[in-house]
């Protein structure tokens, strides 16, 4: 009891026993176990964080922006991967469950990862999705402006003359690919252009569904394919590059390339790509802050849906004729 009142940083200890107690932990390389102590309290002092591809940066920055505020707050955080896969993302649920976790967050697969978040509600654990939206789930949510980030990169190729706009989206089941579809044909009514089904190309949010995208594309009879391109995220977008330059096609020259996410390393190497960045690590501070308010007592509060505005940032590839510049 006494030791436990040491660990525990109890008043009721006598300084000359904290000392001796202190120095036979150091001694012996001692260390408390959590899990025990979690089971006694209720809790363990850790959140779960599931993300769609971890290789992406834009969902390591978030990953980072999670750990700085759980750190801070006395948290640990476990990450899984699920690959865009809702079969693997249910059963990194089923065993962080498992391992009492206190809450999570989480960038769903798709729509039938409401499945699975309903589950996480039955067993009463706290959770908050981030960047996706999934219908009918009323947890709190951080997400980007998906729809108004699509009309910006759209608008912005039109004002440079550009009519044919093609869009590699992500899958439509997932709520992002459904919003920049959605901005994206907006922009277009909004000019007086006709939404030409044959230049939307559906793939994965992945490097290989870029290139796939951008083949089909091309494979589109010369007068019918399109002089610029919205991609519905950075790999996507280097995929797409990468088919272009494959088929000795120049970009911007011959085709127009913009899309979602900046490739920060790589933009700074080579101010490349046209983007609107969104603030990856801001989505992983302000959801951890959400769920940390939730585990603290906040369950009457209703459903709150943080929603953070994209960046514009215009580079080579759009084919404007000026400076690199920043356009909120």
Do not use: W
């Amino acid at each position: 009891m006494t030791v436990s009142r040491v660990i525990n940083n109890h008043a009721r200890v006598a300084s000359a026993t904290r000392v001796r107690v202190e120095q036979a932990i150091t001694e012996l390389g001692y260390v408390p176990n959590a899990l025990a102590r979690g089971l006694i309290q209720g809790r363990t002092r850790t959140i779960a964080l599931i993300v769609s591809d971890i290789s992406n940066p834009f969902f390591t920055q978030i990953a980072r922006g999670v750990e700085d505020v759980a750190q801070r707050n006395g948290y640990a955080v476990t990450l899984g991967n699920s690959d865009e896969s809702t079969e693997k993302e249910r059963l990194y649920v089923n065993a962080m469950l498992s391992n009492r976790i206190d809450g999570l967050l989480i960038a769903a697969a798709g729509s039938d990862s409401r499945k699975t978040l309903d589950f996480i509600s039955q067993r009463n654990t706290r959770f908050v999705l981030i960047d996706r939206d999934v219908e009918g789930i009323q947890a709190d949510a951080v997400v980007g402006d998906s729809i108004g980030g699509a009309r910006i990169l759209t608008e912005h190729l039109i004002r440079l003359g550009h009519r044919r706009i093609g869009l590699v989206t992500g899958p439509l089941d997932v709520s992002t690919a459904r919003d920049r579809l959605q901005g994206y044909q907006e922009a277009l009514r909004t000019h007086s252009i006709e939404v030409d089904h044959t230049l939307v190309v559906e793939s994965d949010y992945k490097r290989q569904g870029g290139f796939r995208a951008a083949h089909q594309l091309l494979a589109l009879p010369s007068g019918q394919r399109p002089s610029a391109v919205v991609a519905s995220n950075n790999f996507m977008g280097v995929g797409l590059i990468e088919a272009l330059r494959e088929a000795r096609l120049k970009v911007p020259d011959d085709i127009a390339v913009v899309c979602f996410d900046d490739l920060e390393l790589a933009s700074a190497l080579d101010p490349f790509l046209t983007v609107v960045a969104q603030p990856a690590r801001t989505f992983g501070t302000v959801a951890t802050q959400l769920l940390l308010e939730r585990l603290g007592g906040a369950e009457s509060l209703p459903r709150r849906k943080i929603v953070l505005p994209p960046e514009l940032i215009v580079r080579v590839s759009c084919g404007a004729r000026l400076p690199v510049e920043t356009f909120s």
